[in-house]
């Protein structure tokens, strides 16, 4: 059984950084892909960023050139740097892994953006 938890929200102003972590237990024989995802209030979970087991990465068109997603295989953890938050970047984050057919969700982490 794999685990997912995650860190790092909380209350930041507009223009602000967050710094989420994700670090995954369990026991899985590859580097698995890994993402994060976010649900604001009212609206559907979305996809932010995933990074794949050679470092390979893909980001929503909203988050490019502001979100960092990276991640430690030894540590069997991913990261994503937040810089220059916005309010619409307001939710709850997930860390997703994928492993074959089978996903795996953390319990999130509230991210504040406000003045």
């Known amino acids: 059984q794999v685990q997912l938890v995650e860190s790092g929200g909380g209350l930041v102003q507009p223009g602000g950084s967050l710094r989420l972590s994700c670090a995954a237990s369990?026991?899985?024989?590859?580097?698995?892909?890994m993402g994060w995802y976010r649900q604001a209030p009212g609206k559907e979970r979305e996809f932010v960023a995933l990074?794949?087991?050679?470092?390979?990465?893909n980001y929503a068109d909203s988050v490019k050139g502001r979100f960092t997603i990276s991640r430690d295989n030894a540590k069997s953890s991913v990261y994503l740097q937040m810089n220059s938050l916005k309010p619409d970047d307001m939710a709850v984050y997930y860390c997703?892994?994928?492993?074959?057919?089978?996903?795996?969700w953390g319990q999130g982490t509230q991210v504040t953006v406000s003045s």
């Open positions: 997703k892994l994928s492993l074959g057919s089978t996903t795996y």
């Open positions: 369990g026991s899985f024989l590859s580097y698995p892909t």
């Open positions: 990074i794949t087991y050679d470092g390979s990465t």
